[in-house]
């Protein structure tokens, strides 16, 4: 997990310093992606909200502009891969307590698990930006509306398939083909997004776009309950 390569010194000066009360962290904005302009041809397809849907809109932007946005956007999927991987990561990353040599460390970590994939160092100068700004906090955010972008650029719409326990790749694959034939599929590309939500308790819940099919146990309960309830 990328949290254990991240230097011990970072972790423990983390926690002891978290247990001494909030510190004032003076976070230079020497550049800002947030305020990139976007032009007519790099402007995102969609509008994002929140603080993470700022940045992730900006760093669209500056990616069409320097040419990078296919690599940009496999930067950004392999980070949201870590964040999925490793759980100490988030508690690590909106510490208030960082120092910029903390951040500093912690941006040279997250450059190397990406190998090759930034050229143009889009995403580098992209996470020193969030360093600088007091952000890091923010990135599993950003990865996630970065997605949302792409897969609007690209004319695809989430599939997104949650069970109560992880699907093997030829259920995913069944459901997939199934709802490509319906008309929720609106004759656009899919893009599967399993979830793993152990509250349902068996069955599924599609969601494609703006509707929802729930067919999952706890939905049948919920409504067997409410019968049962009306009766009496």
Not at 34 to 40: N, S
Not at 68 to 96: E, Q
Not at 191 to 209: A, R, S, T, Y
Request: with cysteine; hydrophobic share 40%.
């Amino acid at each position: 997990m990328l949290s254990r390569k991240i230097p011990s010194g970072v972790t423990r000066s983390v926690i002891s310093r978290s247990n001494c009360g909030p510190v004032s962290v003076a976070t230079p904005f020497l550049r800002t992606f947030a305020q990139a302009a976007p032009t007519p041809d790099s402007k995102p397809p969609v509008p994002l909200f929140g603080l993470d849907g700022t940045y992730a809109s900006a760093l669209y932007t500056a990616a069409v502009k320097t040419s990078t946005l296919d690599n940009t956007s496999k930067c950004l999927a392999a980070l949201s891969d870590v964040f999925k991987k490793d759980p100490k990561l988030p508690v690590i990353l909106t510490a208030p307590t960082l120092t910029l040599s903390d951040k500093s460390q912690i941006v040279q970590e997250l450059q190397r698990h990406l190998g090759g994939l930034d050229k143009g160092d889009t995403v580098k100068t992209f996470l020193k930006t969030l360093a600088e700004n007091n952000r890091l906090g923010i990135l599993e955010g950003v990865c996630e509306k970065f997605s949302t972008l792409m897969v609007a650029a690209r004319g695809e719409v989430d599939l997104i398939i949650t069970s109560a326990s992880k699907l093997d790749s030829k259920t995913l694959q069944r459901l997939e083909t199934a709802v490509a034939k319906s008309e929720y599929s609106q004759g656009k590309k899919l893009k599967v997004v399993p979830k793993v939500n152990p509250d349902i308790m068996g069955g599924l819940v599609v969601e494609i776009g703006d509707r929802t099919i729930d067919l999952s146990v706890s939905s049948k309960i919920t409504k067997m309950n409410k019968l049962l309830t009306d009766s009496l």
